[in-house]
């Protein structure tokens, strides 16, 4: 009697962790694992939305013809220089803002509480006020440079080559540089303070310290909050989709991969430019957690 | 002196930082009160004329994507938090073999570009007759919702004693009411932070809403706000597309300053250990 409850519990007690994984991990395939394998499959396809027309196995043939599409390198070129720069420069005024931020106590609350409202605002409606902002005829930015003697014609931010990924750009930096700074509070709230009074009493200057003591210990946070906002950054869609449509200067790989599905309904070619997204952006994670030796998973 | 100065280009730099933070979200509140030529000058304390305001409310569907938006973010965050909560007890508390593996599941989960599962989950959605309706969104939302929010409520749930679950055990009490009676309860402020920033996630969704709704009545805030345009091709759009922006913010800002301190732990939960 007292064996068969403890065998039966054993077994229970080993599959009860499963059952109350279950509905999350069913739910998750679904909407992942799932899609993914079906992404890969329709890639060997030529398929499209068309009802009559059934899709067929034409091997490699996709992604043959994806090497060869310039307009795709060029989303892969947008793309990375996106990410490089809005995520380099969000990591510099992240740290600097911070810093600034904590180097008195007061106004700390009520600079954090400031922070929090560009996050707070959806991506759609960043893009809209900057595209009013940075309008050729009516904006307030062309209207401010004019006014200062920058300029002497309203220029069109967004439509301009070279300038509209710039716009893009200074649009994101605004909207996720405070989710830097709030992550990186966090962080330098850790370090302890007689570190840096030991520093002082050694006659350690300020740049000293903070490449000896604030760097390095920020390091682990920093790193985490990089990878987020990288992650980010390379599968960037809404913002150039809304602030200059889908112009072939600013196209990312996500604008690239959803034309190709939705406008031009060619869903295996289309696939297969979700895959490659697919396979950089493993890249990307799996090269910045090498690099890095951040942990994510503790024990 | 020195110091003097140096207080001075702290408290300058600061009001530079406060100016580019908040100044463009002054600013199309600003817009949002102009109506015809008024919004092709500069003018920064216009009078308060609520012309776009009425005109995005009596008709249109501004209203009417506003209550899918809701409804989708809200039944979002209530089922991801339900299988968040039973989840991040298996993960946080139960030892099991797996556990590394589905942990490392959930991260690359939360890392997915949405992008990938596009051309996938479109044939899933149709299959289910979901195409074109609001349930497209609830299901593909969980892709980053149900991520974010296991991962977070694991790193919370391991916070709480073990002293209290032995306790618990002792009195005979079942796994299932030692989720619900005992962790729910002790939970609850982290339910409140977790939740807002999936419901942030959710009411902000684009690409999905964009791509599986096609309708106007269906359509979320997102979309019905980039695709807003003027009555004719020479009319500026801008001062109605503010109002909409600000109607929509209004209420984000406000959850998000009322939930400062929750949400700034539930954000680093995610990120720091």
Not at chain 2, 76 to 99: C, E, N, P, Q
Not at chain 2, 242 to 257: D, F, Q
Request: charged share 10%; proline share 4%; with cysteine.
């Amino acid at each position: 009697m007292t064996s068969q409850t403890t065998i039966q519990s054993g077994w229970i007690k080993r599959i009860e962790p499963w059952l109350l994984l279950a509905p999350m991990l069913i739910v998750l395939a679904t909407v992942t694992a799932w899609p993914l394998a079906r992404t890969a499959y329709l890639s060997f396809m030529h398929a499209t939305l068309d009802a009559g027309d059934l899709p067929r196995f034409i091997g490699f043939r996709n992604y043959l013809a994806l090497m060869k599409d310039g307009d795709w390198w060029h989303a892969v070129r947008n793309s990375a220089f996106f990410s490089a720069t809005s995520v380099t420069l969000e990591t510099l005024a992240g740290v600097g803002i911070a810093l600034l931020i904590d180097s008195q106590l007061k106004g700390r609350g009520a600079l954090r509480a400031v922070m929090l409202i560009p996050w707070a605002i959806p991506t759609v409606v960043s893009a809209q006020m900057w595209q009013w902002m940075l309008h050729d005829q009516y904006g307030v930015v062309n209207a401010l440079l004019i006014k200062l003697g920058l300029i002497a014609h309203g220029i069109a931010w967004t439509a301009g080559t070279g300038t509209a990924m710039a716009a893009i750009i200074a649009v994101d930096v605004w909207q996720t540089t405070p989710f830097m700074v709030l992550l990186i509070l966090a962080g330098l709230q850790i370090i302890p303070r007689d570190l840096y009074e030991a520093a002082k009493v050694d006659g350690a200057p300020g740049w000293a310290q903070f490449f000896y003591i604030t760097l390095p210990l920020l390091w682990p946070t920093l790193a985490v909050a990089i990878l987020f906002r990288l992650l980010d950054a390379v599968r960037m869609f809404d913002l150039a989709y809304v602030l200059s449509s889908k112009s072939r200067e600013t196209a990312t790989i996500s604008i690239y991969a959803r034309q190709q599905l939705v406008d031009f309904q060619d869903v295996g070619y289309g696939s297969a430019v979700a895959m490659l997204v697919f396979v950089m952006i493993s890249l990307v994670a799996a090269v910045y957690i090498q690099l890095t030796k951040i942990r994510l998973i503790s024990e | 002196m020195k110091r003097l100065t140096k207080a001075i280009i702290l408290t300058l730099l600061k009001i530079i930082v406060v100016f580019y933070t908040v100044f463009p979200f002054y600013w199309a509140i600003v817009s949002s009160f102009k109506t015809g030529s008024a919004l092709f000058s500069v003018d920064f304390f216009p009078p308060i004329d609520l012309t776009n305001y009425r005109d995005l409310l009596t008709n249109g569907n501004f209203l009417r994507n506003i209550l899918n938006s809701a409804i989708v973010a809200v039944s979002v965050v209530t089922l991801s938090l339900i299988f968040a909560i039973t989840s991040a007890y298996a993960l946080g508390k139960l030892k099991f073999r797996g556990r590394g593996v589905v942990l490392a599941a959930i991260l690359g989960a939360s890392m997915f570009p949405q992008i990938v599962v596009l051309s996938g989950l479109f044939g899933t959605i149709r299959w289910l007759g979901l195409y074109n309706s609001l349930g497209s969104l609830v299901l593909s939302y969980m892709i980053f919702s149900l991520p974010f929010t296991v991962w977070v409520m694991t790193s919370f749930i391991r916070q709480i004693p073990a002293e209290l679950e032995d306790a618990a055990r002792m009195d005979g009490c079942s796994t299932w009411a030692m989720i619900w009676q005992i962790y729910f309860p002790l939970l609850a402020p982290a339910l409140a932070s977790t939740g807002l920033l999936a419901f942030i996630a959710s009411w902000n969704e684009f690409l999905f809403a964009l791509t599986f709704t096609l309708s106007d009545t269906v359509r979320t805030v997102p979309v019905g706000l980039a695709l807003i345009s003027g009555s004719s091709r020479f009319e500026l759009p801008f001062g109605t597309i503010m109002a909409a922006s600000v109607i929509v913010t209004v209420p984000l800002i406000l959850l998000v300053l009322i939930f400062q301190r929750r949400i700034v732990s539930g954000l680093t939960a995610g990120a720091v250990k």
